[in-house]
């Protein structure tokens, strides 16, 4: 028998997303540009005089670290062909609460406490931005301008990550196209123009309860830190703003919850759900699937809901009864407790530190009022549900391990039933990794909903009961 | 009553869950020498891959079990005593039943290849597998598969994810053709090769080289070609797993023979899933299914019988999921394979790029008979309800958009179809 040696050409690069593994000569080159600006930002935040405000200063940092990042990004999956490729996810330190995932959420929970609590210790960070600042808003920067900054920058960098990500699956781009445009144009650039025109800024796309000073009495609303400044509060302007913020909180959330589920805010418009499936994307994986948090998430979400509601009609009726209730400042007590504990505590310092350790959600999941809301309208009165295809599940649990809101999408999928759930933002992402096809996130007719093998009567009943029938 | 199942896959686990939902009082013992719970086979990969770790593969919490009521054994079980009603477990445990499912699987084939229990050669079936092939994976530089289904594209994806070189032994000369219309096959073997894997088809395995040492050094193929590699994968099908019905008077064939209500020839032992061979009238082949799918479909069946019952197995209008490397593949109804005796009338339809692909096959009386897909998804109850109301492919190609499953903003390939595939159709 004749044998001839066949050979085959030497180890490729692994298909595996450059998260995951040590990175090639090129990544290198442009993790050093990531690693020099940002070198030279940490030189700025600890040794404020070294740039001072130096124009060029800010350019050069941010601009290494933004053609660093896509450069890395790009070479790290230019050779992975279109699809799904969570390879290596769950071997990665950073990826799978290693030490890298301590110390990355470490790192980002000190910056939310010196934030919050110590802003002024950031100086040496936001007077790089002053420039900017001035011609953007036209006054100088503070740690509020840097971190709706580098916020943005996030958003940005980390979208162009999915586009790469996820360049076969138009669901996915176009979403994160959109939480990139609503981050950068309606929650930076016009509230920075605006500040500028109106010395007082404006966010279209918050609402109450997010915002809860958008649908407080006037007396709270108009003035120094309120929604609309003092000398804009009677004119046409003012005017808009207040039955914009009333509109979209009482009408527009119903009605386009009703159409197309929450996800039509949490995953597509809201700059927390944005930062969260942009830059919260390589953390997915970390939301707890257990029947435990979820019984914890449903106190937790509506209890936080329950809290503003009952603030709000507080507020109003004390300002109706001329203050006699909660005397002449009210709304003291409740910006205490909710801008301490709600805010700061937990959209920021849980909600975003805690990324490498619990998923990027853990605000959306169980704090959010706005969710809460959302939800609710979705889970009883939604046209949105994702449909399950018959028989095809096999059980895999991509779509759960890869569901950041931790549900257990995996428990409907295999029993035949469409999932229902308040929790749900609508990502798309289960769609996406499901290996068989079985998933999809659609606006059908209300009736048909829950259509399935599963009989809708008993689906609600197992949701009532948060337990999966034997 | 007490019920002893034996295999907590699928099948086994399936049948333990309905049979809580049809009865609270039944005493149910579910045994498996392979894990102590429940987890998806399917997903085996996708460990390895580093997609999911271990506890992300299994279905249900473990809270789920006691909850149930279900009771988990993790033993092997030795032998079946039959007359005396009770089970042999390894650690001399003996548990006895008053009526037994037998769900135990299928293993790998092995065709009595030299070297095929060398270190190194291992089958994708159990946890013990993928164990095996972790620890073979270190240093690993290349591989050979052997067996073109769907655990060895699997396997190749898996390697290929490390870096390592995959070389895949075909016997057949398209990928997976006795399933696959040939045009299908032709295009699976292109997304393999795409990605760099050195797919050999119309070739087989004749040897596997010791390297001195207890450990695989090489394959030789039919052809005379070898190739140097650490680790040989088999996955040249899988067959009924019988170890466990060895001296007892259960009937065997090729699997464990039952009759369409699941029972073997021992009254109260039932067997389900990929280790049954379900008997048929005369003059049509026994079913031995060894798809997830129907796994489920008989564990449903089995509780039900177990409970005094006597409904029979039909697993309905067939239908099969798959996935190779990024090409999803799905199939409804009938669709005659490249290798099939019996061919029937049949309208494709190939992107240009070819990766996406709908195939509507005909009856010999003008009724669709089935719909496959490549890269594009399918509604599974749609695709059914066509069939099973008999109609003809004009009415498909008419209403084919409500059968598109495709994520929103997708390109609407039913668009293309139509228009492809319109013309062909006799009014």
Known sequence: ?470 | MHVAIVGNGIAGVTAARHLRKLDSSVRITLISGETDHHWSRPALMYVYMGHMRWEDVKPYEDHFWPRNRIDLVRRWVTSIDVEGRQLHLDGARTIPFDKLLLAVGSKPNKFGWPGQDLRGVSGMVSLQDLQAIEAASVGLKHAAIVGGGLIGVELAEMFHTRGIDVTFLVREHAYWNHVLPAEEGDIVGEVIRAEGIDLRLETELTEIVDDGTGQVGAIVDSKGDRVEVGFVGLTAGVRPNLTVCAGSPIATDRGILVDRTLVTNVEGIYAAGDCAQVKTPEGHRDLIQAVWYTGRMMGEVAARNLLGASDEYDSGTWFNSAKFFDLEYQVYGYVPSAMAHHQLPSLAWISPDRRHACRLVETEDGKLSGISVLGIRMRHRVCERWIEEGRDLAYVLAHLREAMFDPEFYRRWDRDIVAALSGKVAA
């Open chain 1, 1 to 470: 028998m004749s044998t001839t040696l066949v050979q085959i050409g030497g180890a490729r690069p692994a298909r595996v997303g450059p998260e995951a593994r040590t990175p090639t000569a090129l990544e290198k080159a442009f993790l050093a540009l990531v690693g020099a600006g940002s070198v030279m930002f940490t030189l700025a935040l600890f040794a404020p005089k070294v740039f001072g405000s130096a124009s060029w200063a800010a350019p050069t940092m941010f601009g290494l670290i933004a053609v660093g990042s896509i450069g890395y990004l790009w070479s790290g999956y230019g050779h992975t062909t279109p699809g799904i490729k969570n390879h290596g996810i769950f071997h990665s330190s950073l990826a799978n609460r290693g030490a890298l995932a301590w110390l990355a959420g470490i790192a980002v929970t000190t910056f939310y406490v010196v934030l919050y609590w110590h802003g002024e210790a950031l100086e040496g960070g936001y007077q790089l931005l002053d420039p900017f600042a001035q011609k953007l808003t036209g006054s100088p920067a503070d740690h509020w301008f840097l971190y709706g900054f580098l916020y943005t920058l996030l958003v940005l960098i980390f979208g162009g990550r999915m586009f790469l990500k996820y360049r076969h699956n138009r669901y996915q781009l176009i979403r994160t196209a959109s939480v990139m445009f609503f981050q950068l144009g309606l929650a930076f650039l016009l509230p920075g123009v605006l500040k500028k025109i109106w010395a007082q800024d404006f966010y279209f796309t918050y609402f109450w309860p997010l915002k809860p000073d958008y649908l407080l009495p006037f007396d709270y609303v108009i003035g120094e830190g309120g929604m609309i400044a003092k000398e804009w509060s009677g004119h046409a302007v003012g005017r808009f703003m207040v039955i914009w913020s009333a509109v979209m909180a009482l009408g527009a959330v119903p009605v386009l919850t009703w159409f197309f589920g929450k996800r039509w805010y949490c995953s597509w418009v809201c700059g927390c759900g944005g930062l969260a499936e942009t830059f919260g994307d390589p953390f997915r994986q970390l939301s707890d699937k257990s029947e435990k948090a979820w019984k914890f998430e449903r106190w937790s979400i509506h209890g936080v809901l329950v809290f503003i509601v009952l603030f709000t009609v507080l507020l109003w009726v004390n300002d109706a009864t001329g203050r006699k209730l909660l005397g002449s400042d009210g709304s003291e007590l409740f910006w205490k407790t909710y801008g301490l504990f709600i805010v700061m505590a937990f959209s920021g310092v849980v909600g975003v530190g805690f990324y490498p350790l619990m998923g990027s959600r853990v605000w959306c999941r169980y704090g959010c009022p706005q969710a809460a809301i959302l939800g609710i309208f979705q889970r009883f009165f939604s046209r949105f549900r994702i449909t399950t295809n018959g028989g095809q599940c096999i059980s895999c649990g991509n779509c759960s391990t890869y569901c950041e809101m931790g549900i257990d999408v995996r428990s409907y999928a295999q029993r035949g039933e469409n999932i229902v759930r308040a929790s749900c933002v609508g990502c798309g992402v289960c769609a996406a990794v499901c290996p068989r096809g079985v998933l999809k996130l659609e606006n059908g007719t209300f009736g048909g909903r829950y259509d399935g093998d599963g009989k809708p009567w008993s689906a609600f009943k197992d949701a009532l009961r948060g337990r999966p029938k034997a």
